[in-house]
């Protein structure tokens, strides 16, 4: 495994992709602000979570460069969203039939 | 008494910077699951109390801090180019957004404060009893997070030094990318933050 | 070459080169000894609480105090002993030689961990000297007692997060350190079996430890702000601090159990002259403990108030969680089967483990129904079923990692006759203290009272007779293993005839572990030579 080790990652992310990224995010920002504005239900709660996870997901892939890290890292991240999920559910288990 | 031989390299530190970013999440995911249950429970009172947020100082604050996170990747992408000079300049811009945003966080808090809303306050307990939790998960969410975005730029600023003495360079700037993968994060639990506290109306 | 750790001091001189040091080697005899002595003053509160239930009525201190004795018992052992205990020790000091590797993935974070772990416990101790005395709440600080009460609840749970942050960095490092540095040729499945329970036990501290820590710093706040989150009177919900607390501390009972399991699993092949049976069945079903265990923490809660749709099923999976437990039961019988069984001491404790666990296992079984649970919730059975699983489980396994790893860590064998003679005085007092405590419970004795009636006081006295004599178990113990760091005979580097890499180094290890690095070209129990 030793020889495998590679010093260090030279592998950089153009800056265009990095402007486009944070544009994007910017656009998704103000998008969010609009629905929560028109929409006063519920619903534009949920849409926001998926957004804002969107956005997550974007600094995830491509300000952290976990596109470019191996697979071992996407799967942890995995792992953290099923624990969370499950202790979620578990907890309004007893929180909604009580 | 010999130096021990260098045995690690980038890619464990690495590891153990991601490592800690998750158990960052789940410390967060402790108090998203409690304002879940809690959202759910006082539905109304939590829609109510965050109409009264200031939503301009926190989609004002949404977006710079998505910006810093933008300058720190920005940072890394230069100084693997060998940059230097635009990588320190980056990273201060970083370093400086975080400012501003713990600034924005204190003229909002005062103003809450000022109004005598605050967890334990006479006038915050005699409200309804999800208007005092939803304030209560605002402030100690948000404080929480200050305090990470606190710690992110005192790291930058010790980087910047570290870029002027040659510590971190082109061709070893794990510190610098750990630094950014925490500030990162920051802004993802930020990300969360600010449509469940100011966009629930 | 040829300079063991000892020798080695960087420099420094004295105390200094110990407590500065980031060699793992050094790092884990001090984890070693720091939580031996927080077992110390676990053990000596222990035995002032069997003493004051030795008969009904005072007998020597009163309510107040008693309900410090149990908290500060419940604090010190859980999070200053068994928790820290096999990992940092034992762990810290074998993991690297385990998979050939100079030192763990972050010397220096490990060196903070064990800083973090004294400052956490002196921190713990200091409650009782400042103003407010010692935390009374149980060590599980349920709310909203946890919030009225005017003891130093604040100060234990800044305690408790310190110490879990010191577990987060541990864990994390094992994890670095297994995935990045293992010797060439050290596939996935050639692993020892300890260096795979301790990788199942850090993802479960790095996984459930930070819940722990949001959860104590909540309360901290609650109690300085009036925060409300746990406050019924303000709204909040304290079965929510109950789900948020176990969420972790269910999971820590793996932290403590599964290293323990590592142990065994090593020293039952290495006896018996035999290669494990079932080796990956063992790395498995310690996965999937450490995966069920993280979901099944509301079987705590049953009495709490939970909804019966929850309590339903976190039975269910709560008794799945004790298959992967029997497999490995099986596995060391198997394992024995044919072998040529030497009993050592290390074996002889091991025996112990498996006994008392058994029984820990088996009545957890009978708490796990929810109908049974409502019976002998909170009663002494429940205190005799985790001091079988937890000190007869995991602090027995610990006794057995000392006694087969001691001589490969100082160079030295202890004298076989006395530790045969303590393990058998520990296994007879460890039985006549907590198995009246199980009648106790089934009679109904509720746990943390002071005082009883005196239909109960035949158990109850039987049951403090015992206290001492598994204290006296103890002493002998730690003065025979004690006295062979000074007086022993030289252990040579593998004295147990074990196949693992670290016995193939001298005794005590060289500086650097390794002169170079290993090259693995066999499984960890197969009794063919490595090339170093």
């Known amino acids: 495994m030793l020889s495998m080790k590679q010093k260090e990652d030279t592998r950089s992310t153009g800056n265009g992709t990095l402007i486009f990224t944070w544009i994007a995010l910017l656009l998704l920002t103000g998008l969010t602000v609009w629905i929560a504005g028109v929409n006063t239900d519920r619903h534009g709660v949920a849409v926001n979570i998926i957004i804002a996870s969107v956005k997550a997901g974007l600094v995830l892939f491509v300000f952290m460069r976990l596109k470019y890290e191996s697979l071992f890292f996407r799967l942890i991240l995995l792992l953290i969203v099923i624990t969370l999920t499950a202790i979620m559910a578990l907890t309004f288990l007893d929180v909604l039939y009580r | 008494m010999q130096a021990l031989v260098k045995y690690t390299d980038d890619v464990d530190a690495k590891m153990g910077m991601w490592l800690f970013l998750f158990t960052e999440m789940l410390f967060f995911g402790g108090m998203f699951l409690l304002y879940a249950v809690y959202s759910t429970k006082y539905s109304a009172d939590f829609s109510g109390s965050s109409s009264e947020l200031n939503r301009v100082i926190g989609t004002f604050n949404t977006l710079i801090l998505i910006t810093s996170s933008f300058t720190a990747a920005l940072s890394l992408s230069e100084i693997k180019k060998g940059a230097l000079q635009s990588a320190s300049i980056c990273l201060g811009i970083t370093a400086l957004i975080g400012i501003v945003f713990l600034i924005m966080k204190y003229i909002e808090w005062s103003a809450k404060i000022g109004h005598g809303i605050y967890p334990g306050s006479a006038y915050l307990n005699e409200m309804a009893h999800g208007k005092v939790l939803f304030y209560s998960l605002y402030f100690v969410m948000t404080g929480i997070h200050a305090f990470h975005v ?20 082109e061709n070893n700037s794990i510190k610098l990318e750990n630094a950014a993968l925490y500030w990162h994060f920051v802004d993802i639990a930020w990300i969360y933050l600010f449509p469940l506290l100011y966009l629930l109306r | 070459m040829g300079t063991d750790f000892y020798m080695n001091t960087e420099g420094r001189k004295g105390v200094l080169s110990w407590i500065l040091s980031t060699d793992h080697k050094r790092i884990g005899l001090l984890y070693l000894y720091a939580v031996l002595g927080f077992f ?16 009904p009525g005072r007998t020597i201190v009163n309510a107040r105090a008693y309900d410090s004795l149990f908290t500060l018992h419940g604090i010190i052992m859980i999070f200053f002993f068994i928790i820290p205990g096999v990992p940092s020790s034992l762990g810290n000091f074998f993991l690297p030689l385990q998979i050939g590797a100079r030192d763990v993935a972050f010397p220096r974070l ?6 973090l772990y004294v400052i956490a416990g002196l921190t713990a101790i200091s409650t009782i000297f400042l103003p407010g005395g010692p935390p009374d709440t149980g060590w599980t600080l349920y709310p909203p007692y ?6 130093n609840v604040s100060g234990t749970a800044l305690a408790a997060f310190i110490v879990g942050f010191s577990s987060i960095l541990t864990g994390l490092n094992f994890i670095t350190t297994i995935h990045r540095l293992r010797a060439p040729g050290m596939t996935w499945f050639r692993m020892p079996l300890f260096t795979w329970t301790l990788y199942s036990t850090a993802w479960v501290q790095v996984l459930a430890t930070p819940v722990l820590a949001i959860t104590l710093l909540l309360l901290i706040l609650e ?23 176990w969420i972790y501390s269910h999971p820590a009972v793996y932290v403590m159990i599964l290293p323990a399991m590592g142990i065994i699993s090593e020293i039952v092949p290495t006896f018996s002259r035999k290669t494990v049976f079932g080796y990956k069945a063992i790395v498995f079903s310690g996965l999937s403990i450490a995966t069920l265990g993280y979901v099944v923490w509301g079987h705590h809660m049953f009495t709490s108030g939970m909804s019966d749709v929850s309590s339903m099923v976190f039975s269910f999976i709560t008794f799945a969680v004790a298959v992967p437990s029997g497999i490995k039961v099986f596995n060391w ?3 024995m089967y044919k072998g040529s069984v030497e009993i050592k001491p290390p074996l002889l404790y091991a025996f112990a483990f498996i006994f008392l666990f058994s029984i820990g296992g088996l009545t957890g079984l009978v708490n796990s129904a929810v109908a049974t649970n409502v019976h002998i919730h909170g009663t002494f059975f429940i205190v005799a079923h985790f001091h079988y699983t937890m000190f007869g489980g995991a602090g027995f396994a610990f006794f057995t990692g000392l006694h087969y790893r001691l001589p490969k860590m100082t160079g030295r064998m202890y004298n076989f006759r006395a530790s045969t003679v303590a393990c058998i005085v520990l296994f007879i007092g460890f039985n006549i203290l907590y198995f009246p405590m199980f009648l106790l419970g089934w ?4 746990r943390r009272y002071y005082d009883y009636p005196p239909e109960f006081h035949g158990n109850n006295f039987i049951s403090t007779i015992g206290s001492w004599i598994l204290a006296a178990g103890l002493l002998i113990m730690f003065i025979n293993l004690a006295r062979s760091l000074f007086k022993g005979e030289k252990a040579g580097n593998n004295p147990w ?17 390794f002169e170079k690095i290993p090259h693995i070209t066999r499984g960890p129990y197969s009794r063919e030579k490595n090339i170093l």
């Open chain 3, 497 to 513: 005839d074990g196949t693992t890499l670290e016995w193939q180094v001298s005794s005590p290890p060289p500086q650097e572990n």
């Open chain 2, 150 to 169: 606190l710690i992110g730029i005192a790291v930058f600023i010790v980087i910047l030094f570290m870029l002027r003495n040659g510590t971190v360079r």
């Open chain 3, 223 to 245: 109690r300085a702000f009036g925060t409300g989150f746990f406050d019924p009177a303000k709204g909040g919900d304290p079965l929510m601090f109950e789900h948020l607390f």
């Open chain 3, 40 to 55: 110390l003053i676990g053990v000596i509160i222990g035995l002032l609480m069997r003493l004051e239930l030795m008969a």
């Open chain 3, 333 to 335: 019988i198997a394992t």
């Open chain 3, 443 to 446: 009679q109904g004795m509720p």
């Open chain 3, 110 to 115: 490990n060196l903070l961990s064990w800083w």
């Open chain 3, 146 to 151: 946890s919030i009225k009460t005017p003891t």
